[in-house]
Structure formats: C-alpha cells, structure tokens
C-alpha cells in the first residue's frame, strides 16, 4: 500500500511564517508537522508515499530527501490549488491500483495507524465537535458506517467532522469517482474536494467505516499550532523523558520544552511548553508557550504564545509575536 500526502496548501492562516517556510515544516515538539505524520505511518509499517507538492514544493523535497532516506518517496505537482479531490486525482499515476492511506499535511491526530490499514472495510477518521459547519460531515448509522457525506455544510445534520484520514481500499473506484467530481462545477473558491468523491463512492454501493480519533490538532492556525505543540510536548516527556538534559547557564528550564542541537542560551527562562530549532541563541529573556524556529536570535525579550520564524532576529520587549523567517526586530 502507499500513502498519499498533500502538502501545496499555502498555510495563508499562518504568514508570515508561511512566506518563507510550508505549513508543514513548522516545528512542533521537536519534530515538523510533515515529521509527526510520516513518523506515525512509518512505526505502522508504511515505506511508500506520494507526496503531493506546489507552494515552496522544493522545501518539502529536500527536507524528506534528508530525512527519510530509507523510504520510497514519489512527488506529485499540484500547480493549481483546487482542492483535496483534484490534488488526489494528480497521483492517480503514481498510485495505480494499490490501496492507499490518505493524511491531510496539516493535520495531526492520535489514533492507531496499524489497526486502521488492518481494516477489512475502507476507514474515515471521524472527531465530534461542537460547530461543524467548517468542515466534511459524515452522517453515520448505530454501527458507524458512514451513510452520507457533505463539505461544509450549512445546516449539519451530523456533528462528526472529517479530520483528514482516510484509508482507502477501493482504489480505482476512488480514482473514477474522483474523474466524476472533477467533470462536475467546482465550489464557489473554485475547489473540488475528496469528501464530494467519495459520496459518489457510497452512492456506488462501496461501504465506508468510521473510526473516531482519540485526539485530533489542526495546525493550520497560529492558536491550534501552539496548543498542538504543548500537548504533543507533554506526552513526548511522558512517554521519552530525557535521559541526560543539557544544563544552560544561569538559566532555569521550565519542562515540557524541546531544544534542538546547538542552541546558546544565557540567563534566559524557557518554558513551560516552548520548541526551539537547533542554533538558536537566546540571551537575558523569557520565552513560554512558544516555537522558535532555527537559526534564530534572542536578546532581552519577554515572549507568550509567540511563533518566531527561522533566522530572525529580535532585541527588546514583546509578548505575543508571528514573525516569518529572515526577520529583524529591535523593540528596544
């Protein structure tokens, strides 16, 4: 089997960080968002993925060239954002005939990723929330199979959101369903989306399952990116304690933190809840609920639930930041 992962979106809800730097390569608790997701496929025993690229696309090649040299990889260009359905109509080469694992990039969840491609029946991750009307609906009978899906509807009749798995066995009923959609008029943004495909699935007679996740992190906002990094923080600590942690001088660690390799840190307190990329440098501040990218700078500033992109540079006082890569800031 292989793994589809779309990873063109633009990340628009997180610039200026997404400027420079795709959504998915925001790190979060040590890893990237595109690292968490691959990660978890990979320990259920998933070597084959088809990524789906288009916005800094070049980023995303060389990050997974680097870092995940032991897997087969395939890149597919989506040069037109126009939703999940045409970015997963692009792999259709790519993919053939084998059954696939679909994981939205920006999307981190908490569910067992071996027990779903087990499945005898093709799988939908599902989560209860309170508004659904920003998202896929599935309407779901008392054995959870899904019997009618909608994008976004206006007036739900279901609060189980689609959080963005899908385990597909069907694969070429995927893919003509998918030939279907893209021949019908597209959304008012002028997207066709892979919840309108795979209705055309079930109006074929192909049974749909859902599985509810246990935790579901959006990651496309700058809120729901911290909050993510605070709790996947706190359970890498629970179940990965450090075994030797790095002293900084004249600095007081407040744990959950990860810091990468190389970092300086003087006279600062860090924490509770802050990623910071490897070589970064920090002097005389204070820094809690936050990422820090790498390569960044630090001097005498007060930062809360701030994202500071990779390369900047910041000198004063601040509490709450969004700042891209390659910045400069003197807030004294």
């Known amino acids: 089997m292989k793994a589809i992962i ?67 990889y395939t890149f597919v260009t989506q040069n037109d954002r126009r939703g999940t359905g045409h ?29 779903t491609i087990d499945s005898a029946l093709s799988q939908i991750g599902v989560r209860k929330v309170d508004d659904p009307r920003g998202f896929g609906v599935a309407e779901l009978n008392d054995k959870d199979m899904v019997v009618r899906m909608v994008e976004k509807p206006l007036i739900p009749k279901s609060n189980m959101a689609m959080v963005g798995i899908y385990y597909i066995k069907e694969t070429k009923a995927m893919y003509e369903a998918l030939e279907r959609h893209l021949s019908d008029k597209a959304d008012e943004n002028g997207e066709y989306h892979l919840t309108n495909a795979l209705q055309h699935m079930l109006e074929d007679g192909i049974p749909l399952h859902a599985f509810r996740v246990n935790n579901w992190f959006d990651c496309g906002k700058k809120a729901t990116l911290l909050s993510t990094n605070a709790i996947l923080l706190k359970q890498m600590e629970e179940h990965h304690p450090a075994k030797e942690p790095v002293s900084y001088p004249e600095s007081v660690i407040i744990h959950p933190v990860n810091i990468a ?8 307190i860090i924490g509770p ?42 000198r004063g006082l601040s509490q709450s930041l969004n700042i891209g890569d390659n910045t400069e800031i003197d807030l004294g």
């Open 6 to 72: 779309p990873v063109a979106g633009a990340g628009t809800k997180l610039r200026p960080l997404t400027y420079t730097q795709p959504k998915a390569l925001i790190p979060i608790a040590g890893k990237t968002i595109l690292g968490v997701i691959v990660d978890q496929l990979i320990e259920a025993g998933v070597l084959e993925f088809v990524f789906v690229i288009g916005y800094l696309g070049d980023k995303i090649q060389r990050y997974i060239e680097k870092t995940y040299p032991n897997i087969t």
């Open 87 to 115: 970015a997963i109509w692009l792999t259709k080469e790519a993919v053939g005939e084998d059954e696939v694992m679909i994981v939205l990039g920006d999307t981190v969840c908490d569910y067992n990723v071996k027990a």
């Open 261 to 268: 390799e190389g970092c300086i840190i003087r006279h600062c």
């Open 273 to 314: 809840n802050v990623t910071i990329g490897e070589h970064t440098k920090l002097e005389s501040s204070i820094v809690k609920d936050s990422i820090i990218g790498s390569y960044a700078e630090l001097q005498q500033v007060v930062l809360n639930s701030s994202i500071i992109g990779n390369d900047a540079f910041i």
